[in-house]
């Protein structure tokens, strides 16, 4: 079956930090990849997708490249704010399979001033 | 703008009271779920409608059952909410294609059980 698997948090970095949430995924079949972040209290939002290999999907300083031969689809960002602050989650969905997707335990971000 | 609104944002009841948790959506998707989410973990499916065709989790409490009007809303009743249903519940909807399936979750209701 398909899973994603995300490294342990929190991530405590300083401001202007460089970031980096690992991402690495098992799925049969040619998967779509997601970043979602989720911010205290609220609902999760879409950050970024890359739908096939060599994709690079990026958002607001955000960005992750999805590599087939690593299976991976890391998250990074060259400087983080405090309002970064928040959980991520990696997810996969495989279109040509069960749409349903499949999300890893999420990654909380913690960006101190 | 369109969007999935979900209400109440904050839900009490009683041990043993049911309650219905109430989303709606402008995005005329044809795919609505609902999840669960407990501190700190990732958000766990109860079930799915694509369109009016309705998908449990193999998983999903008796307790929980879910009722889909329309395509604009879906509803999700909780019969006898116990202390361990307290989380925050979360609507999302999709729709269904060739490629990527992203997801639009609403806010989320966070339901306390007392």
């Known amino acids: 079956g398909n899973s994603v698997t995300q490294m342990e948090g929190p991530v405590t970095l300083s401001e202007e930090a460089f970031l980096t949430i690992n991402c690495t995924y098992t799925?049969?079949?040619?998967?779509?990849l997601f970043w979602y972040v989720q911010y205290p209290g609220e609902g999760l939002q879409l950050l970024l997708k890359?739908?096939?290999?060599?994709d690079k999907g990026s958002n607001k300083g955000f960005e992750a490249t999805y590599r087939k031969e690593t299976t991976s689809f890391h998250l990074e960002k060259g400087s983080v704010q405090v309002s970064d602050s928040a959980v991520y989650f990696c997810?996969?969905?495989?279109?040509?399979?069960?749409?349903?997707?499949?999300f890893g335990r999420g990654t909380s971000l913690i960006v101190h001033p | 703008d369109a969007m999935v609104i979900q209400n109440p944002r904050y839900q009490v009841t009683q041990f043993g009271k049911p309650v219905t948790l109430s989303c709606s959506q402008t995005?005329?998707?044809?795919?609505m779920y609902w999840y669960q989410q407990k501190s700190s973990q990732a958000p766990k499916l109860l079930f799915h409608y694509y369109d009016k065709d309705f998908n449990n989790e193999a998983d999903t409490p008796d307790n929980f059952q879910s009722r889909r009007p329309n395509t604009s809303f879906c509803f999700l009743d909780i019969r006898s909410p116990g202390l361990g249903d307290a989380a925050m519940y979360l609507c999302?909807?999709?729709?269904?294609?060739?490629?990527?399936?992203?997801?639009?979750f609403g806010p989320g209701t966070r339901l306390l059980v007392l």
């Open positions: 890359a739908t096939k290999a060599d």
């Open positions: 999302a909807t999709s729709t269904r294609g060739a490629g990527a399936e992203t997801q639009y």
């Open positions: 997810a996969l969905s495989d279109a040509g399979g069960s749409y349903i997707p499949t």
């Open positions: 799925a049969t079949g040619y998967p779509s």
């Open positions: 995005l005329n998707h044809n795919v």
